[in-house]
């Protein structure tokens, strides 16, 4: 086996983290949500807002192949509220260089999911937190990246009737 030089090891390592360091990475974030408030026994419609990074889309809801790794949002609402729908909204169809031929289903810039929250006619009047998180895979125009979740999270008033 041949021994390479560590100064020839150490200059390939740099060169590798100054490309990486110089890759832009997919970003996607959540706009903050206002005050959500619910009475007991009803619902109300909540719209959550992301924003993706420039240069970069992310697979809809509902791709067009098997393979590709869909845009979910998972939430966990407290014993207090309950989540009774969610609404993805449809993918632009595009194309890219590295799949010229074929239409993918994907968001880009702005998009909104919507969802319904409801509480029980016996929930208790309070605030509480709705913890959760959007998975989904983000490409350029011609590479995918690792699949990546975010937080999702915001606070329910409930009140009373």
Same mark, same amino acid.
Do not use: W
């Given at each position: 086996?041949?021994?390479?030089p560590?100064?020839?090891?150490?200059?390939?390592?740099?060169?590798?983290?100054?490309?990486?360091?110089?890759?832009?990475?997919?970003?996607?974030?959540?706009?903050?949500?206002?005050?959500?408030?619910?009475?007991?026994?009803?619902s109300?419609?909540?719209?959550?807002?992301?924003?993706?990074?420039?240069?970069f889309?992310?697979?809809?809801?509902?791709?067009? #192949?098997?393979?590709?790794?869909?845009?979910?949002?998972?939430?966990?609402? +407290?014993? @207090?509220?309950?989540?009774?729908? =969610? &609404?993805?909204?449809?993918g632009?169809?595009?194309?890219f260089?590295?799949?010229?031929?074929?239409?993918?289903?994907?968001?880009s810039?702005?998009f909104a999911i919507?969802?319904?929250?409801k509480a029980?006619?016996g929930?208790?009047?309070?605030?509480?937190?709705v913890?959760?998180?959007?998975?989904?895979q #983000?490409?350029?125009h011609?590479?995918?990246?690792?699949?990546?979740s975010? +937080?999702? @999270?915001?606070?329910?008033?409930v =009140? &009373?009737?």
């Amino acid at each position: 086996m041949r021994r390479v030089p560590l100064f020839v090891l150490t200059a390939l390592l740099l060169a590798a983290l100054g490309v990486a360091q110089g890759d832009k990475q997919p970003t996607v974030i959540m706009a903050p949500v206002g005050n959500v408030q619910v009475r007991a026994g009803g619902s109300t419609d909540l719209e959550l807002n992301f924003r993706i990074g420039s240069d970069f889309h992310i697979n809809s809801n509902k791709p067009k #192949a098997d393979y590709l790794i869909p845009t979910v949002l998972k939430l966990s609402p +407290p014993e @207090q509220v309950s989540l009774a729908d =969610v &609404k993805y909204p449809p993918g632009q169809e595009m194309s890219f260089a590295f799949s010229p031929n074929e239409k993918l289903s994907v968001y880009s810039g702005d998009f909104a999911i919507n969802t319904v929250l409801k509480a029980p006619a016996g929930a208790v009047p309070g605030t509480y937190p709705v913890k959760g998180e959007l998975r989904f895979q #983000a490409c350029d125009h011609s590479a995918c990246y690792p699949p990546r979740s975010i +937080p999702v @999270q915001f606070q329910v008033t409930v =009140v &009373k009737k």
